[in-house]
């Protein structure tokens, strides 16, 4: 039998390949009560609900014509946490790349991203998302 810890790191890995997808599936990951907090001081950090997040991840995700890919570098698990590292690979409309290093900290409750921690390059973040 599978355990609760093993399934939950099955949960982010599916979760990532969403992302990376370009599709709009990762939003199943979430339930309406999801928080989504992502560092920084600057209008791509703060707390999201997930319906707030659904416009701003699109605004976000249209920068990228060709989409982002996350690729898992690490992942560690306990229980309903699941730390992943990963490494993001896209270009940007403007031509620059966007090559950040993430680190997330999700926690799942019965098959469901309850809460996602994103901690990022916020400096690669503001000059190449907000032309800082």
Same mark, same amino acid.
């Not at 709009?24 to 997930?50: C, H, M, P, Q, V």
């Not at 976000?60 to 060709?66: K, T």
């Given at each position: ?17 969403? /992302? ?8 199943d ?26 416009? $701003? ?6 920068? $990228? ?25 896209? @270009?940007?409309a ?10 997330? /900290? /999700?926690? @799942?409750k ?17 000059? @190449?998302?907000?032309?800082?």
């Amino acid at each position: 039998m599978i355990s609760e810890t093993e399934k939950n790191k099955e949960i982010a890995i599916k979760f990532f390949g969403a /992302l990376s997808s370009g599709a709009e599936t990762y939003l199943d990951f979430y339930n309406d009560d999801s928080i989504i907090w992502t560092a920084g001081d600057n209008a791509i950090g703060g707390t999201r609900t997930k319906k707030e997040i659904i416009d $701003f991840a699109q605004g976000i995700l249209a920068a $990228f014509p060709n989409g982002i890919i996350f690729n898992i570098t690490s992942i560690t698990a306990e229980n309903e946490r699941v730390a992943v590292e990963v490494q993001g690979e896209a @270009i940007h409309a403007s031509g620059e790349p966007y090559n950040n290093q993430y680190h997330f /900290l /999700l926690r @799942i409750k019965n098959g469901k991203i309850v809460e996602l921690k994103e901690y990022m390059d916020t400096q690669l973040a503001a000059k @190449i998302l907000l032309g800082e």
